[in-house]
């Protein structure tokens, strides 16, 4: 029954989370974080920018803002992005703009970035407002068959993929929720349920305070 007397609340606002998700390439975490951003509407792709080429498929400003080494430098130097790191011979960096104005929308931000960059922002004053998933593959030997299944490397570049993969893995312990993606729907309810329920920490909801105190009448 609805009680006319009682005003409406204001229902307090949020600020944006950072989830990032890192993986030793091969454990499905493009499809997985293709999925999550067609599914929720409340979270955006940090798009990188990086000097590695595009691959076939992959368009400018939407998987990643492909730059020059130049360019990457004078990003690093004009304190543009929010972390970077070289991977596979190759620069990699976030930039700063396009993730503050999001998260002070109350929009939530996902990052497809290694350990490194990780770390990095763990570092920072951002470190509060991130969530670090790590995907883990079932085992060694699916994700080699994964990089190979994708055949467009020669062997020696999977068995180079294949040893930094074991790198980052070393990683998991830097990271706050661990998954291990056997079963692609699984894993994506998982990351689901993992960004709703950060979402609804203390931390994140803002004017938390005031609504109680309406809530309780005491603000008069
Ligand atoms: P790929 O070249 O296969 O797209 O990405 C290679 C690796 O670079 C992946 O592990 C990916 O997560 C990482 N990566 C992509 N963008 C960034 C970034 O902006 N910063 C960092 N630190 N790593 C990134």
């Known amino acids: 029954m609805t009680d006319f007397a009682q005003p409406m609340l204001a229902a307090p606002s949020r600020r944006g989370l950072m989830f990032v998700m890192s993986s030793p390439s091969g ?6 974080s293709r999925r999550l951003l067609e599914e929720d509407g409340d979270i955006t792709l940090s ?3 990086t000097t590695r080429p595009p691959r076939p498929g992959e368009t400018d ?3 990643y803002y492909f ?7 004078d990003m690093v ?3 543009e992005l929010l972390e970077w790191a070289t991977v596979f011979g190759n620069r990699y960096g976030t930039p700063r703009a396009p993730v503050e104005s999001a998260l002070i929308m109350g929009r939530d931000v996902l990052f497809d970035i290694d350990w490194q960059g990780t770390q990095q922002l763990q570092q920072t004053d951002a470190a509060n407002d991130l969530v670090r998933i790590f995907i883990l593959p079932p085992d060694l030997d699916e994700l080699e068959r994964r990089l190979r299944a994708r055949a467009t490397d020669p062997a020696d570049v999977i068995d180079e993929r294949m040893a930094r993969a074991r790198d980052e893995i070393s990683h998991w312990g830097e990271y706050d ?4 993606n056997d079963d692609a729907e699984t894993c994506l309810a998982e990351l689901k349920a993992i960004l709703k329920a950060e979402r609804l920490r203390r931390k994140r909801q803002l004017g938390l305070a005031g609504f109680v105190r309406d809530m309780l009448g005491e603000g008069e």
């Open 27 to 32: 454990a499905g975490k493009t499809t997985l």
């Open 67 to 73: 730059v020059s080494a130049d360019r990457f430098q």
């Open 77 to 79: 130097k004009g304190r």
């Open 61 to 63: 400003g939407k998987d």
């Open 47 to 49: 798009v990188s920018a």
């Open 177 to 180: 929720y661990i998954l291990i």
